[in-house]
């Protein structure tokens, strides 16, 4: 198999593990959900001595810094996935700009069923979670124009000599 199609499948397999992933998170209860979170804070805390119901030096309380920390992973976790999706795009054929507009929108549905399952585990909807993941598709799709710049040129160096 040629490795631009071992690359590609590459992709598709972290993209699906990710959407699952993404999606397999919005399932858990509010609480489950908190106590994930709350698992990454226990990490932080160390670094800013937050106890809780407590303030740090920051002015920040346990609980911001918990909001913060499930706000960051959806930037993170939209990030992911809106870089391995338009991996996916760039590596099917040149580039072009509806591809970045055709991985917004999916980025963006993918969003929706997120929140909407949410309402079904009982945790809720928030429309400002959607803008947070956009801000996510916006930084995957940088890394992914960066990355694919980088590589583009780098090959047609390579074609050169």
């Not at 998170?25 to 407590?54: A, H, N, W």
């Not at 809720?124 to 801000?135: K, L, P």
């Not at 960066?146 to 390579?158: D, H, L, N, P």
């Amino acid at each position: 198999m040629e490795r631009k199609k071992k690359v590609l499948i590459f992709f598709y397999i972290t993209f699906t593990i990710s959407l699952i992933l993404v999606w397999g998170q919005s399932c858990f209860s509010r609480e489950d959900s908190r106590v994930s979170s709350d698992i990454v804070v226990e990490m932080i805390k160390p670094i800013d001595e937050l106890e809780t119901g407590y303030r740090s030096e920051n002015g920040w309380t346990y609980t911001q810094l918990s909001t913060y920390v499930r706000k960051f992973a959806h930037v993170i976790e939209y990030a992911a996935l809106s870089f391995q999706l338009m991996c996916i795009f760039l590596l099917k054929g040149k580039r072009k700009l509806v591809w970045y507009v055709n991985c917004t929108f999916m980025i963006m549905l993918i969003a929706l069923i997120d929140e909407t399952i949410q309402i079904f585990s009982n945790r809720g909807s928030e429309i400002g979670d959607i803008w947070i993941d956009i801000a996510g598709n916006a930084l995957g799709l940088l890394a992914a124009f960066i990355i694919g710049t980088i590589v583009i040129k780098r090959s047609q160096k390579e074609r050169a000599k």
